[in-house]
């Protein structure tokens, strides 16, 4: 079936101008979403700790921040848009208690409240308006006149008021320019969770790293290993991104697309597909989500240790050789 989209002419941003919108967190989202939110008009306030860049830049931005549990009290729509990982926490701690009924919960990830760690108390609905695409996408896209596509999912028994709103809302970010397409928490969780194990972080980086050790260990030079299987994965997914597999196909050498459809099969196995589907089971299970929290509650150690090591990967270190070399990319270093 078909996915249901909304557009401009879906949403009335008029529903919105007696709300107060609480931001919780002036991050990538937080910032990009609230400062969307008032020049359409809307009566935005932020909830954000102090002593860091991001309350900073709120108060250059011409807000005035406010402690999380205050905001949250003052809000008609709350928006929760910390780091999946502190959220549970923070909910329990400062916000649960400052909510009234009527209030609305929003979120830009279902996780949370999917897997139970944020709880509506009586009388307020969960709201989800989720952009695709990273915060200062979903600002540029903005002030240039258009707008990132959004998810919209309403939580179990919320009215039909509170997904207007969530239209409302979606529109106040430019999101019904893009097109906003309707789902359910458990849809949004599960297989954004899904995408970035198995293809988009998970799947694609095993797959460059491996595809550079095996050409380093044949003896190879890594600086052509790297381009091979690192710098020119971007070209291939610009194809994709214009005209999907059909364009990047017609776009590539013949000889590529034989070796396309010949050996591409051989790297995704039938026991690649059957460990996906181990991986989505790992997910709507909620394996995944406990795993990622029992990892938190432990101070993230194993975490912190694998980010460290898999920092010092040869491919890292010749990839930074190189960039610095190509003066038109916009390298960055972490
Ligand atoms: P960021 O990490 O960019 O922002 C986090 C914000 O939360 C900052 O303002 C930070 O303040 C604050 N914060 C972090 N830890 C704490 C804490 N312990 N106590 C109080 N405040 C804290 O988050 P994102 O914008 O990336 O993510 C927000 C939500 O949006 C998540 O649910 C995420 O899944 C979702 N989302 C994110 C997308 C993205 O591209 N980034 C895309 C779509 C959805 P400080 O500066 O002081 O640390
Ligand atoms: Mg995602």
Redesign the pocket.
Known sequence: MAATIYYDNDADLSLLKDKTIAIL??????HAQAQNLKDSGCNVIIG??P?????DLAVSHGFSPMP?DEAAEKGDLIN?????E??GD?YRDHIRGKLSPGNILM???G??VHFGQVEPPQGVDTLLV??????HLVRSEYTAGGGVPCLIATGDSASEETKKLGLAYAKGIGGTRGGVIETTFAEETETDLFGEQVVLCGGVSELVKAGFDTLVEAGYQPEMAYFECMHELKLIVDLFYQGGLNYMRYSVSNTAEYGDYTRGPRIVTDETRAEMKRILNEIRTGKFARDWILENRGGAASFKATRRLERQHAIEEVGKRLRSLMSWIDSKEV
Do not use: E, M, T
């Open positions: 967190g002036y991050g990538s989202q937080g954000q700790r002593g860091g860049p991001n309350y999380i929760i848009l910390l780091p999946d502190v959220q923070l979120c830009s990830h996780f949370n989720a952009p695709k695409g990273p915060g």
